[in-house]
């Protein structure tokens, strides 16, 4: 990224020099040995494309939008590279818990209308991705340290653990359980809600991995790749959930709605 920006620093010194676009293009490869197009340097000096895209962008104030893309990412979402690309990803059947991505990601990296949500109906998918590199090399690093942005405020918090539960809860009647194959992140979790009131049952060895499992949503069998996890909120715990922490997706939503008055 420090070689690119030079590179800029340079075309702009050139051109105040009076030298052609095909003079700094020259220019350019033989100080650097880089090869730039005109097109490149053109968008360079009228300010169309900074030499970071749009890295520059991202905002790393603790916030709820922040912490809720940590928590996808750590959960349903993916980050990927692709040749000179780092992608941030999120393939999902529910189209609010990817428009709850997509708003978020437009508040940390540029603007909501900078990213979309398309529809795959080939895959019955919702999916968002987003380029940016420092993003990128934000998220990559290992979960522990990322603990300060989660934790900076209990809207944070939250913001966390609503990801994950959009994700990776499932709710039925009065139980409502959070699965994962990450038990250390599962333990981090339960310590986090214990933080907001909320009582859960010990972490609980779910199913196997091998084992095949059907999506409700589309039907579609999938074979687990790795030991499951469970984690389950107490039902008496339920309101002060849908208090502190809660679903974006609707469908979730009510059905805690349902629970609550059944609880004594």
């Avoid at 893309?69 to 189209?95: A, F, H, M, P, Q």
């Avoid at 990450?182 to 933080?195: A, P």
Wanted: with cysteine; charged share 25%; glycine share 8%.
């Amino acid at each position: 990224m420090q070689a690119r920006s030079n590179l800029y620093d340079l075309v702009h010194s050139l051109r105040a020099r009076g030298m052609s676009y095909g003079r700094i293009q020259e220019r350019v490869s033989a100080d650097s040995g880089c090869f730039v197009s005109k097109g490149l340097i053109s968008e360079w000096l009228r300010g169309i494309h900074k030499p970071l895209g749009s890295v520059n962008e991202f905002d790393q104030t603790a916030s709820f939008e922040l912490a809720y893309v940590i928590g996808v990412v750590l959960s349903d979402g993916n980050i990927n590279v692709r040749k000179y690309d780092r992608e941030i990803l999120l393939s999902v059947t529910d189209r609010e818990y990817a428009e709850e991505f997509r708003r978020c990601l437009g508040r940390v990296v540029g603007g909501p209308s900078h990213t979309k949500v398309r529809r795959s109906d080939k895959r019955n998918r919702w999916i968002v991705q987003k380029r940016s590199i420092l993003l990128y090399q934000f998220l990559k690093r290992p979960w522990q340290s990322l603990r300060p942005w989660i934790e900076q405020e209990t809207k944070c918090t939250s913001g966390f653990l609503r990801a994950f539960y959009d994700g990776e809860g499932s709710i039925s009647g009065r139980s409502l359980i959070l699965y994962n194959t990450r038990s250390d992140i599962l333990l981090y979790i339960r310590d986090l809600l214990s933080k907001l009131n909320i009582e859960t049952t010990e972490l609980h060895f779910g199913t196997k991995a091998g084992t095949e499992l059907v999506d409700p949503l589309n039907g579609k069998t999938y074979i687990r790749n790795s030991d499951c996890f469970t984690l389950r909120i107490r039902a008496r715990s339920l309101p002060q959930f849908a208090r502190g922490v809660g679903f974006m997706i609707a469908r979730k939503q009510q059905m805690l709605g349902e629970a609550l008055p059944k609880i004594g």
